[in-house]
């Protein structure tokens, strides 16, 4: 019997709990030769979640929980997953359905008959997301991937199934500000990619707003590449470079016609344009300054309020 963790990070989806445990365990009776190891994550939820996993809990040794302090975000869950599963093959899956649970037979079975290490999973449609996100979406794994060394897959998906040792190298990196695809990415290992068509949401709504997803983008930009650190000299060089070419013109034009004095609105255009290209690199250096400053603090990376295995110590 081979053992399958299943790590599900929840954020206010009491509607969506019920829902994802009864397919899962469908997939189960499916599979043979596997038992499912449930991880509920409570991401500090403030709805009924917690009681929704209480209850599998009580009726079904295989569904364990953890539930958070208060919002830690999908990252830390994922961690706090991680750290709690003893599978001997790990996944993480989203508790809305948008990531097909009947994917899973697939996915064991390429593991046992081939060489690999990762199933992972991209969508290639973004099915049920706004117009805006998608776009937004396309645009970042468009730069990331010029200015970062680790390949980010445009539409890769958090789920994917893992051996241990993958785990266990993914745990040993602690970070606070994590980025999960770029630390897949980063540990490597031979992956296997395949590829579906993401279903809209089973029920509730996105968790992801515009800004959360935002600095999601920062957190991998920033975590992954330190090529926005070289923009401020790129700039730099390039502004001194115009200046003395404008002091020569200047000064030829004076000795030639002597120049009346004149040019105060273009004056005040280019003092304006330059203090912002100088707050713009500040504010990227700011960016990098703050994650390295929070990493040296070391705080945790998630908070338990209780979980399910506790109570039975
Ligand atoms: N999630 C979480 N903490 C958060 C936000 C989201 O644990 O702060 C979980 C959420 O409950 C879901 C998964 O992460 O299981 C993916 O979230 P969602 O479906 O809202 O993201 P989207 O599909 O819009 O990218
Ligand atoms: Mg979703």
């Not at 776009?135 to 970062?148: A, D, E, G, Q, R």
Request: proline share 3%; charged share 25%.
């Amino acid at each position: 019997m081979d053992k399958i963790s299943i790590i599900v990070p929840c954020y206010n989806e009491e509607e969506s709990i019920p829902l994802f445990y009864e397919e899962i365990k469908k997939q189960e009776q499916k599979m043979e030769s596997v038992v499912f190891e449930l991880w509920f994550i409570d991401d500090g939820s403030r709805d009924k979640s917690l009681d929704e996993m209480k209850k599998l809990h009580q009726n079904d040794k295989e569904v364990h929980y953890l539930s958070f302090s208060r919002n830690f975000g999908k990252e830390a869950a994922i961690y706090a997953g991680l750290e709690a599963a003893t599978g001997k093959y790990v996944t993480l899956m989203d508790v809305d359905l948008q990531d097909p649970p009947t994917l899973l037979g697939e996915m064991y079975e390429i593991m046992k008959n081939q060489d690999y290490d990762v199933i992972a999973t991209r969508s290639t449609s973004r099915n049920g997301y706004s117009f805006f996100r998608k776009t937004f979406t396309k645009w970042f794994y468009h730069l990331i991937n010029k200015i970062s060394k680790v390949e980010m897959v445009d539409g890769a998906r958090d789920f994917r199934l893992m051996k241990r040792k993958v785990v266990n190298e993914i745990l040993k990196m602690k970070e606070y500000n994590r980025y999960s695809k770029g630390l897949f990415s980063f540990v490597g290992f031979k992956t296997k990619w395949i590829t579906y068509e993401n279903p809209v949401r089973s029920a509730g709504n996105t968790k992801f707003n515009f800004w959360k997803l935002f600095s999601y983008a920062v957190e991998g930009i920033v975590g992954f590449s330190t090529v926005p650190l070289a923009i401020a000299a790129i700039v730099g060089i390039l502004f001194c470079f115009i200046s003395f070419l404008m002091i020569i013109v200047i000064i030829i034009r004076t000795l030639i016609w002597s120049d009346p004095t004149s040019g105060w609105p273009s004056m005040v255009c280019i003092m304006f344009f330059l203090s912002g290209v100088q707050l713009f690199c500040t504010g990227i250096i700011g960016e990098y300054l703050s994650k390295t400053y929070l990493e040296t603090k070391q705080r945790p990376i998630y908070i338990l309020r209780e979980s399910s295995e506790e109570e039975e110590e």
